[in-house]
C-alpha cells in the first residue's frame, strides 16, 4: 500500500497538450487538444481514492471525483461518463471552463505537496471520449409525472434543470430567447476555450433524453410568466442570466469603436463574425486593441482581438495581478499569445476624431491601499499621472447588472437592490409560487458551476413541489 | 421557419413588402415595436420596426428599403419561402393617449412604421394631421393607408414630382403656425428626424422620435444600440426605440450608424457581383 502511494506521488501530473502560443493566437481552433488514452490512465492512476474527498467538497455540484477517476483506471469509460453524468449534465463543458484549481483541485491531498491530480482534464477527457466513441446509450429515465415545467434561458443553469428534472420523468420544455440554445456558453465563451459543436452536442443529449426546446422566445416580451402558467406549466425556473453590460461612465463612452464586452464577444461567438465575409454578421477590428477589466470575460475578448488580427492588445486594470479575477489558466494563456497587462491603470475619458471614431484613451496611474469591501485592496489614483494610450478599439468587460426585460414585466417577483431576483440560496424557490430561479441572474455574475449548482438545489426543490406541493 | 405569406414590391423595388407568419408575435405586437429577422443560418440579425400585425391571421407585417446585402436577402426570399428566425416583439410600444391635434411626420420607410401609430393616435380620438415626404414620387409609399389613418395627409417629394415641392419640415411649420398642436410623431431618416426637432422646439411641442441604431440582440444585452439621450446613455432596444426627439443627440446616433459602412458597402457590392454572374 505504501510502495503504491509513492509511486502515485512519483508520477508527474500530465501535462495538457495545447496547440502552441505562436500558432493558436491567430486561430479559432480549441487551445488544449485533450488528452490521450494514455495521458488519462496515467493520470488517473495518481488520484489517492481518499476515504473522505476533499474534491467532491470543492465541487458546486458533488460530482463523486474519486468514483469516475477509478472507473477511467479500470478502462470503463461508459461507466465514468455514468458516474459523472449522475451528477453533471455537462462534464464536457465543466472539464473546459471550471475554475477547478480554486474547487475540486484545490482541495485535492495530492496537491499538498505536488501537483493535484488533473480532475478537469479527466472529465473532459471522460466527456468527450463519449461523445466521440460512446455508445450514446442514454442514462435511465424515471416514468413521466405529467408535470410541466418551462425553464426560461439555456445558460448553465438551465440545461442543468432541465436534464435533472426530464430524467425524473416531467415534461420539459427549454425557452430561449436567442436563435441558438446554450446561453452563455455560445454567446460568452469563444470557440477556442469551448467549441460550440460541444454545447450543442450537449444540448442534443438533452433533447434525446426528452427535453423540448423552442428559440426566439423572449419571455418577458414573446409570452409573459403568467401565460406559462395559463399554458399549463406547473412551475417556472428563470435561469436569465445577468445579461446587462457594465459600462465605464466616462466622457467619450460612445465614441464609435468602445463596445461592451457582451457584444463584442456575441459578434465573435454566436453569430461567428470570425468568419466574416462568409458570414453576414460583421465584427470591428482593431489595431490597437484596449480591454477594460481582468475576468474571464476580458480574458476571452482580449484573446479574441488577438486571433482577429491586431497588433497589439492591451488589457487595462485598476488593481494589480493579484488581484485578477480570472481563471489563472486563461491569464497564462493571455500572457503566452502576447497580451500586454496594463495594471494599476484607469481610463478616464476617451477621446476620438471629427468622425466620431475612437482614437485614444487618457488613463491615469493607480497604486493600492487600503482593503474595501470586496477584501481587495482599494486602487487609489496616483495624481498628476495621466498618460494617453492609443487605440483604435476599446472592448469594455467590467461585469454585467441584472437585466430587467423579465423582470420588470413580472412585478410580483421580488428583487434585491441591484435588480436580482431574491431567491432562497438552499432551493431556488422566489416570491412567487411556482417559480424558482438560478444563476446569474440571482448571484450576479459568477461562472458556469455555480450556476449549475444553483440549477441542481432548485431542480431537487421543484421535484419535491411537484411531488408534495409549495 | 416563419413563412412569408404575402410579398410585395414598391417603389420601383427598392422597397419591399413581406407579412410573415408569427403567431406568437402577432398576439402580442403593438405599434412602435419590432422585430429581429435572421434570413439563413449565416444571416445577420436586423431589427425592423413592424408595419403591421394581424393577431387573427397570425402574421406581422414588415417593409424595408434594400440597402445591403442583408435586406438584399430578404428581398430574394419568395412566397412560401421565410426567415429562419424572427424574434419579437421588442421594445416599448408607443405611448398613445388623446391629446387633441397631432401631427405624424414620416419620411421614406418610416411611414411604414408610422402607418400604425397613425391609426392608433386617430382611433383614440385624436385629430391627426399627417405630412409624409420621398425623394420623388416614384418611392413614396403607403399615400392610401396614410390618407386612411389621417384626417388630413400632406405629401412632399425633394424634387417636387408630386405634391409640396420640398421638404417635410417646410409643411410641418406651416401647420405649427395654424394650429394647436399637443404631440409630433416623426419616423423617418435620421436627418428628417433631427430637423424635425428642432422645429418643434422652437415651437415648443412635444415630439417623439423612432429610432434604429445598430443593435444584435434587442433584448438589452449588447448596449451596441446606445443612445445619448438628455445627456443620458438608453438602449434603445429596452428604453426606446421611442425617445423624446428634443432631447436625442442625434448626430451621435448618425456616427453610430456609420460604425461598419465600409464593411456594408464591400459586402453588398460582392454580394451584387456574385449575383449577377
Same mark, same amino acid.
Not at chain 1, 460550440?196 to 438533452?206: G, H, Q
Not at chain 1, 494617453?388 to 468587460?397: G, K, S, Y
Not at chain 2, 393577431?55 to 436577402?73: F, H, L, N
Given at each position: 500500500?505504501a510502495?503504491k502511494?509513492?509511486t502515485k506521488?512519483?508520477?508527474?501530473?500530465?501535462?495538457?497538450p495545447e496547440q502552441?502560443?505562436?500558432i493558436?493566437?491567430?486561430?479559432?481552433?480549441?487551445v488544449p487538444?485533450g488528452?490521450t488514452?494514455?495521458?488519462?490512465?496515467?493520470e488517473a492512476s495518481r488520484?489517492l481514492?481518499?476515504k473522505?474527498?476533499?474534491c467532491?467538497?470543492?465541487c458546486?455540484?458533488?460530482?463523486?471525483?474519486p468514483g469516475f477517476i477509478?472507473l477511467i483506471?479500470?478502462?470503463?469509460?461508459t461507466g465514468?461518463?455514468?458516474?459523472?453524468?449522475?451528477?453533471?449534465s455537462?462534464?464536457?463543458?465543466?472539464?473546459r471552463?471550471?475554475?477547478?484549481?480554486?474547487?475540486?483541485?484545490g482541495l485535492?491531498?495530492v496537491? $499538498? &505537496?505536488?501537483?493535484? %491530480?488533473?480532475? @478537469?482534464n479527466?472529465?473532459?477527457? /471522460? +466527456?468527450?471520449?463519449e461523445r466521440?466513441? =460512446?455508445?450514446?446509450?442514454?442514462?435511465?429515465?424515471?416514468k413521466?409525472?405529467g $408535470? &410541466?415545467?418551462?425553464v %426560461?434561458?439555456? @445558460?448553465?443553469?438551465?440545461?442543468t /434543470? +432541465?436534464g435533472?428534472?426530464?430524467?425524473k =420523468?416531467?415534461?420539459?420544455?427549454?425557452?430561449?430567447?436567442?436563435?441558438?440554445?446554450?446561453?452563455?456558453?455560445?454567446?460568452?465563451i469563444?470557440e477556442f476555450?469551448?467549441?460550440?459543436?460541444?454545447?450543442?452536442s450537449?444540448?442534443?443529449?438533452?433533447e434525446?433524453?426528452?427535453?423540448k426546446?423552442?428559440c426566439n422566445?423572449?419571455?418577458?416580451?414573446?409570452?409573459?410568466?403568467d401565460?406559462l402558467?395559463e399554458?399549463g406549466y406547473?412551475a417556472?425556473?428563470l435561469g436569465?442570466?445577468a445579461g446587462?453590460?457594465?459600462?465605464m461612465?466616462i466622457?467619450?463612452?460612445n465614441?464609435v469603436g468602445?463596445?461592451s464586452?457582451n457584444?463584442y464577444?456575441?459578434?465573435?461567438?454566436?453569430?461567428?463574425?470570425?468568419?466574416?465575409?462568409?458570414?453576414?454578421?460583421?465584427i470591428?477590428i482593431?489595431k490597437?486593441?484596449?480591454?477594460?477589466?481582468?475576468?474571464?470575460?476580458?480574458m476571452?475578448?482580449?484573446?479574441?482581438?488577438?486571433?482577429?488580427g491586431?497588433?497589439s492588445?492591451r488589457?487595462v486594470y485598476?488593481?494589480?495581478?493579484?488581484?485578477?479575477?480570472?481563471?489563472k489558466?486563461?491569464?497564462?494563456h493571455?500572457?503566452?499569445?502576447?497580451?500586454?497587462?496594463?495594471?494599476?491603470?484607469?481610463?478616464?475619458?476617451?477621446?476620438?476624431?471629427?468622425?466620431?471614431r475612437?482614437?485614444?484613451?487618457?488613463?491615469?496611474k493607480?497604486?493600492?491601499?487600503?482593503?474595501d469591501?470586496?477584501?481587495r485592496?482599494?486602487?487609489?489614483?496616483?495624481?498628476?499621472?495621466e498618460?494617453?494610450?492609443d487605440?483604435?478599439l476599446v472592448?469594455?468587460?467590467?461585469?454585467?447588472?441584472?437585466?430587467p426585460l423579465l423582470?420588470?414585466?413580472?412585478p410580483d417577483?421580488a428583487?434585491n437592490?441591484w435588480g436580482?431576483i431574491?431567491a432562497d440560496?438552499?432551493?431556488?424557490k422566489t416570491?412567487?409560487?411556482?417559480?424558482w430561479?438560478?444563476?446569474d441572474?440571482?448571484?450576479?455574475s459568477?461562472?458556469?458551476?455555480?450556476?449549475?449548482?444553483?440549477g441542481?438545489?432548485?431542480?431537487?426543490?421543484?421535484?419535491?413541489?411537484?411531488?408534495?406541493g409549495w | 421557419?416563419?413563412?412569408?405569406?404575402?410579398?410585395?414590391?414598391?417603389?420601383?423595388?427598392?422597397i419591399v413588402?413581406?407579412?410573415?407568419e408569427?403567431p406568437?408575435?402577432a398576439?402580442k405586437a403593438k405599434?412602435?415595436q419590432?422585430v429581429i429577422?435572421?434570413?439563413?443560418?449565416?444571416?445577420?440579425?436586423i431589427p425592423?420596426?413592424?408595419?403591421?400585425?394581424?393577431?387573427?391571421?397570425?402574421?406581422?407585417?414588415i417593409i424595408?428599403?434594400?440597402?445591403g446585402?442583408?435586406t438584399?436577402?430578404?428581398?430574394?426570399?419568395?412566397?412560401?419561402e421565410?426567415y429562419?428566425?424572427v424574434i419579437?416583439p421588442?421594445?416599448?410600444?408607443?405611448?398613445?393617449?388623446?391629446?387633441?391635434?397631432v401631427v405624424?411626420?414620416?419620411?421614406g420607410?418610416g411611414?411604414?412604421?408610422?402607418?400604425?401609430?397613425?391609426?392608433?393616435l386617430?382611433?383614440?380620438?385624436n385629430?391627426?394631421?399627417?405630412?409624409?415626404?420621398?425623394r420623388s414620387?416614384d418611392?413614396l409609399?403607403?399615400?392610401?393607408?396614410?390618407?386612411?389613418?389621417s384626417?388630413?395627409?400632406?405629401?412632399?417629394?425633394?424634387?417636387?414630382?408630386?405634391g409640396?415641392?420640398g421638404?417635410?419640415?417646410?409643411v410641418l411649420k406651416?401647420?405649427?403656425?395654424k394650429?394647436d398642436?399637443k404631440?409630433?410623431?416623426?419616423?423617418?431618416?435620421?436627418p428628417?428626424?433631427?430637423?424635425?426637432?428642432?422645429?418643434?422646439k422652437?415651437?415648443?411641442?412635444?415630439?417623439?422620435?423612432?429610432l434604429?441604431?445598430?443593435?444584435?440582440d434587442?433584448?438589452g444585452?449588447?448596449?451596441g444600440?446606445?443612445v445619448s439621450?438628455?445627456?443620458?446613455?438608453?438602449?434603445?432596444?429596452?428604453?426606446?426605440?421611442?425617445?423624446?426627439?428634443?432631447?436625442?443627440?442625434?448626430?451621435?446616433?448618425?456616427?453610430?450608424?456609420?460604425?461598419y459602412?465600409?464593411?456594408?458597402?464591400?459586402?453588398?457590392?460582392?454580394?451584387?457581383?456574385?449575383?449577377?454572374?
Amino acid at each position: 500500500m505504501a510502495e503504491k502511494a509513492e509511486t502515485k506521488k512519483t508520477t508527474p501530473r500530465q501535462a495538457m497538450p495545447e496547440q502552441k502560443p505562436e500558432i493558436r493566437r491567430r486561430n479559432f481552433q480549441e487551445v488544449p487538444v485533450g488528452y490521450t488514452m494514455e495521458h488519462a490512465m496515467t493520470e488517473a492512476s495518481r488520484c489517492l481514492q481518499c476515504k473522505k474527498p476533499g474534491c467532491v467538497e470543492g465541487c458546486p455540484v458533488g460530482v463523486d471525483i474519486p468514483g469516475f477517476i477509478n472507473l477511467i483506471t479500470k478502462g470503463d469509460m461508459t461507466g465514468a461518463i455514468r458516474n459523472l453524468w449522475a451528477k453533471n449534465s455537462l462534464p464536457a463543458v465543466c472539464g473546459r471552463v471550471c475554475p477547478q484549481e480554486i474547487q475540486c483541485e484545490g482541495l485535492c491531498i495530492v496537491g $499538498k &505537496k505536488g501537483d493535484a %491530480v488533473a480532475i @478537469g482534464n479527466l472529465e473532459r477527457f /471522460v +466527456a468527450d471520449y463519449e461523445r466521440m466513441h =460512446g455508445s450514446g446509450e442514454l442514462p435511465p429515465r424515471e416514468k413521466p409525472t405529467g $408535470k &410541466k415545467i418551462a425553464v %426560461v434561458g439555456s @445558460g448553465p443553469s438551465g440545461l442543468t /434543470v +432541465a436534464g435533472d428534472l426530464v430524467r425524473k =420523468g416531467h415534461d420539459v420544455k427549454v425557452l430561449e430567447a436567442f436563435h441558438k440554445p446554450g446561453g452563455v456558453l455560445v454567446y460568452g465563451i469563444p470557440e477556442f476555450r469551448l467549441p460550440k459543436e460541444i454545447v450543442f452536442s450537449e444540448v442534443a443529449f438533452l433533447e434525446r433524453l426528452g427535453a423540448k426546446l423552442e428559440c426566439n422566445q423572449v419571455v418577458g416580451r414573446t409570452v409573459s410568466l403568467d401565460e406559462l402558467f395559463e399554458e399549463g406549466y406547473d412551475a417556472v425556473y428563470l435561469g436569465v442570466g445577468a445579461g446587462l453590460p457594465k459600462f465605464m461612465n466616462i466622457p467619450g463612452e460612445n465614441l464609435v469603436g468602445i463596445l461592451s464586452a457582451n457584444e463584442y464577444l456575441t459578434r465573435a461567438n454566436l453569430m461567428k463574425a470570425y468568419l466574416y465575409p462568409e458570414v453576414d454578421t460583421p465584427i470591428p477590428i482593431g489595431k490597437n486593441v484596449v480591454v477594460l477589466g481582468a475576468g474571464n470575460v476580458a480574458m476571452d475578448s482580449a484573446r479574441t482581438a488577438m486571433r482577429l488580427g491586431a497588433d497589439s492588445v492591451r488589457i487595462v486594470y485598476r488593481r494589480s495581478r493579484d488581484e485578477m479575477p480570472a481563471r489563472k489558466a486563461e491569464i497564462h494563456h493571455a500572457d503566452e499569445e502576447g497580451i500586454e497587462f496594463f495594471l494599476l491603470t484607469a481610463p478616464t475619458r476617451f477621446v476620438g476624431d471629427d468622425k466620431g471614431r475612437l482614437t485614444g484613451m487618457e488613463c491615469l496611474k493607480m497604486e493600492l491601499g487600503e482593503p474595501d469591501a470586496s477584501g481587495r485592496r482599494r486602487p487609489i489614483p496616483v495624481k498628476g499621472s495621466e498618460f494617453m494610450m492609443d487605440c483604435d478599439l476599446v472592448i469594455v468587460a467590467v461585469g454585467a447588472g441584472a437585466n430587467p426585460l423579465l423582470t420588470q414585466t413580472t412585478p410580483d417577483l421580488a428583487l434585491n437592490k441591484w435588480g436580482y431576483i431574491n431567491a432562497d440560496p438552499e432551493t431556488g424557490k422566489t416570491t412567487k409560487k411556482g417559480v424558482w430561479a438560478g444563476g446569474d441572474i440571482v448571484t450576479g455574475s459568477a461562472t458556469v458551476i455555480l450556476a449549475m449548482g444553483a440549477g441542481r438545489k432548485a431542480a431537487d426543490s421543484i421535484h419535491n413541489y411537484l411531488t408534495w406541493g409549495w | 421557419m416563419f413563412k412569408i405569406v404575402q410579398r410585395k414590391e414598391m417603389a420601383g423595388g427598392t422597397i419591399v413588402l413581406n407579412e410573415i407568419e408569427a403567431p406568437l408575435i402577432a398576439k402580442k405586437a403593438k405599434p412602435g415595436q419590432f422585430v429581429i429577422l435572421k434570413a439563413n443560418e449565416a444571416g445577420e440579425r436586423i431589427p425592423l420596426t413592424m408595419a403591421d400585425s394581424n393577431p387573427e391571421k397570425g402574421t406581422i407585417t414588415i417593409i424595408y428599403m434594400v440597402v445591403g446585402k442583408s435586406t438584399a436577402i430578404f428581398k430574394a426570399l419568395k412566397v412560401g419561402e421565410g426567415y429562419q428566425d424572427v424574434i419579437g416583439p421588442l421594445g416599448k410600444p408607443t405611448h398613445l393617449e388623446k391629446l387633441g391635434t397631432v401631427v405624424c411626420v414620416g419620411g421614406g420607410t418610416g411611414i411604414a412604421v408610422l402607418n400604425p401609430i397613425t391609426k392608433g393616435l386617430k382611433e383614440i380620438g385624436n385629430n391627426v394631421i399627417s405630412i409624409i415626404g420621398a425623394r420623388s414620387k416614384d418611392i413614396l409609399i403607403l399615400e392610401d393607408e396614410m390618407q386612411v389613418a389621417s384626417h388630413k395627409l400632406h405629401v412632399c417629394t425633394d424634387d417636387g414630382s408630386y405634391g409640396h415641392h420640398g421638404f417635410v419640415t417646410e409643411v410641418l411649420k406651416q401647420v405649427l403656425e395654424k394650429e394647436d398642436v399637443k404631440l409630433v410623431v416623426a419616423i423617418g431618416p435620421v436627418p428628417m428626424m433631427k430637423f424635425v426637432s428642432k422645429i418643434t422646439k422652437d415651437f415648443n411641442v412635444p415630439t417623439m422620435v423612432s429610432l434604429n441604431p445598430i443593435m444584435v440582440d434587442g433584448t438589452g444585452m449588447c448596449g451596441g444600440c446606445r443612445v445619448s439621450v438628455g445627456g443620458e446613455t438608453k438602449f434603445a432596444c429596452v428604453d426606446g426605440p421611442e425617445f423624446d426627439g428634443h432631447k436625442v443627440d442625434f448626430d451621435e446616433l448618425m456616427r453610430r450608424l456609420q460604425a461598419y459602412s465600409e464593411d456594408e458597402k464591400k459586402c453588398y457590392n460582392d454580394y451584387c457581383t456574385l449575383q449577377q454572374a
